[in-house]
């Protein structure tokens, strides 16, 4: 299902039911769903992206404008289910296919639906969504996956680059600024890769590999890059804030107020990041070199696996049953 909201009043606006379908396999029991991509928007359109079920194209009064399904069953690693969000960069949509079988890269007119290009990649399962970056005078889409990231060209879908030295598991999405890429992965074998953009082929073992690191990655949760500062967050509640072109850490596995778990990924505001934990807690750091929290604010038996959104002022939390709007 498709589901709108004022966001002023939190009034349901209009709802969706994009697909009736039986489950080829499972989820994860307490961290997923059958829909656990995020959509993406712009001003025009609303895209939902299910996966194995397809992707579909609505306006923002919840008209379908087209719908696709790619006649895939994916087979995740462990029956985790899926969960990669797509990137939107202007009439352009790319999904990411990274499963246990045959995975895939693919590019869609974002108006029409109509497949401009479609990339193999080897199996193996990961959760990272692409992102579009401009390198040079022409657009690469970033990849990170299981043991290894990749740039592609946007407009014909082949690969540019590619880097090993990633481990399994890839979820966080990737972050770029000033030509540098940063991979990351915090399950078995964990790393991160700090990669110059502009080169071609294999970079493994390169000057192009500018740093790495393997202490305080995120498993789950998305880094947040500010002033040429990176922050990660890990899944059991410590926070690393690091120099984006040196890798020398600020700070390294900080420990937050009490012990807490994330999955959701911090979000950078006003010089300060909101983490919203699976504890009801919302804790306020402030970004700097130094370590120091500002707040932290409870909603009482609430968990939050969902990323906070942050617009004109106010915080937009999902909860497992809830929808709030914090001004």
């Not at 399904?69 to 990411?96: H, I, Q, Y």
Request: hydrophobic share 40%; charged share 20%.
């Amino acid at each position: 299902m498709v589901l709108a909201y004022e966001r002023k009043t939190g009034k349901l606006l209009w709802e969706k039911v994009a697909r009736v379908a039986t489950p080829h396999e499972g989820h994860h029991a307490q961290y997923g769903s059958f829909a656990s991509n995020s959509p993406v928007a712009d001003a025009s359109h609303v895209i939902a992206f299910f996966g194995s079920r397809g992707v579909y194209c609505y306006t923002h009064d919840g008209r379908l404008v087209w719908e696709k399904d790619f006649g895939v069953k994916m087979e995740m690693l462990r029956s985790f289910g899926e969960g990669v969000a797509p990137a939107l960069d202007g009439n352009t949509l790319v999904l990411l296919f990274d499963h246990e079988r045959d995975s895939f890269l693919v590019a869609l007119d974002k108006d029409t639906g109509r497949e401009l290009w479609r990339t193999p990649r080897p199996p193996g399962t990961s959760w990272a969504g692409p992102l579009v970056t401009t390198v040079g005078a022409r657009k690469q889409v970033i990849v990170s996956a299981t043991k290894f990231a990749a740039g592609y060209d946007v407009e014909n879908g082949k690969l540019v680059w590619q880097a090993k030295g990633l481990g399994r598991n890839t979820i966080p999405t990737p972050v770029v600024s000033d030509g540098i890429a940063v991979v990351m992965s915090g399950y078995q074998q964990p790393n991160l890769l700090a990669i110059r953009l502009g080169g071609e082929g294999d970079l493994t073992g390169t000057d192009a590999i500018l740093w790495q690191n393997q202490r305080g990655n995120s498993y789950t949760p998305s880094p947040v890059l500010d002033d040429g500062k990176f922050y990660a967050l890990t899944d059991n509640g410590t926070l690393s804030c690091f120099d984006f072109k040196t890798g020398r850490p600020h700070y390294l596995q900080e420990r937050l107020p009490k012990t807490y778990s994330f999955k959701s990924s911090p979000v950078g505001v006003n010089g300060k990041l909101y983490m919203a934990s699976e504890n009801g807690d919302v804790i306020v750091v402030r970004m700097g070199e130094k370590f120091e929290v500002l707040a932290t604010n409870t909603l009482a038996d609430q968990m939050f696996i969902a990323t906070p959104a942050i617009l004109d002022g106010e915080i937009y939390l999902r909860g497992q049953n809830t929808l709030f709007c914090i001004r």
